[in-house]
């Protein structure tokens, strides 16, 4: 393949279609599942809390804090997810065009994932630290923390003015680690897809991609849980007071294992797992039926596999 056809692969109106696909999937399944993610932010940290039922406490939440704190920071983590979702489904289909000539395989679509998860990682890790910060505000006590800004935009100028760059790409060594995350559960999603579709003769019914993606997802959160814990404390800012705040992610994590136990590392995986399964599911239905649908109409030709 020369320079110029790898160019209008990687640039291609086909890999644009899969990226806002996929950031729009993304954007819909978050925005119905919302109150899991919030749930399992509070669970990870917040150390006093409870580790109850996901049901439990949202219970608990909307009875001590209003209805409304269930939703605090969607607008900026939809935002965030957005944006990622695009970066990484553009790169991830822009660079498997690159070697559709090669066979598709479990290897080729993990190597493929990952790379597309390191550029997405070191693209909008800032977006997710605001949003971070943004979402869980209600658990600092100061209010003058609480009013420092208000939207993505300016917790982004903030910590960068304030803070410093470091600050804006904390958790990025934990986030790259978990970069076999979203690898894991795309080389699961696509390995069982293709299996599927050559079992099959035309198109598979809906509830298929979305029972697909419930298993890709599960498997990959299982095996990465602690590392999004970890994750999620280096973004935030961890409160033990027995580490340094610059402490990284290999103290927190053998501290949290020294206090709490294996169980401590696994702290709100019901909710996240419960809230990642039907996310995930749901965005890849929601992509599938996107993308397939603007293919159909503007292109009026099958998508491009």
């Not at 806002?20 to 978050?30: K, L, N, Q, R, T």
């Not at 493929?112 to 869980?136: D, E, H």
């Not at 599960?218 to 999620?232: F, H, K, M, N, S």
């Amino acid at each position: 393949m020369s320079g110029g056809e790898r160019n209008r692969s990687i640039f291609s109106y086909e890999t644009l279609v899969h990226a806002i696909s996929g950031a729009a999937g993304g954007v819909v399944a978050m925005t119905i599942f919302f109150p899991l993610d919030t749930v399992r932010s509070r669970l990870q940290l917040e150390e006093d809390r409870e580790s109850k039922s996901t049901l439990a406490t949202i219970r608990d939440l909307a009875a001590k804090e209003g209805p409304a704190t269930l939703y605090r920071g969607m607008v900026p983590v939809l935002q965030s997810l957005c944006v990622s979702n695009f970066v990484y489904f553009y790169t991830f289909h822009g660079l498997k065009m690159l070697r559709a000539s090669k066979n598709q395989s479990a290897g080729n679509d993990l190597l493929v994932a990952s790379i597309a998860g390191v550029i997405n990682v070191l693209t909008t890790t800032p977006l997710w630290v605001v949003n971070t910060r943004l979402k869980m505000r209600g658990i600092d006590n100061t209010q003058e923390r609480n009013n420092l800004y208000n939207t993505l935009y300016d917790g982004l100028i903030y910590i960068w003015k304030y803070e410093g760059l470091k600050k804006l790409w904390a958790g990025t060594v934990p986030s790259l680690m978990l970069v076999m995350n979203p690898a894991i559960q795309f080389m699961t999603y696509e390995t069982i897809k293709r299996k599927v579709l050559a079992s099959l003769h035309g198109v598979p019914p809906a509830w298929t991609f979305f029972v697909i993606g419930a298993i890709a997802k599960a498997v990959a959160t299982i095996l990465t849980y602690p590392l999004q814990l970890v994750q999620t404390k280096l973004r935030h800012g961890h409160k033990y007071p027995n580490l340094p705040p610059n402490a990284g992610s290999l103290e927190i994590l053998f501290y949290i294992l020294k206090k709490q136990g294996i169980g401590g590392l696994y702290k709100g995986m019901e909710a996240k797992l419960l809230q990642t399964i039907l996310t995930a599911a749901l965005m890849f239905l929601s992509y599938e039926k996107i993308s397939r649908l603007v293919f159909r109409i503007l292109l009026h030709r099958p998508m491009l596999r």
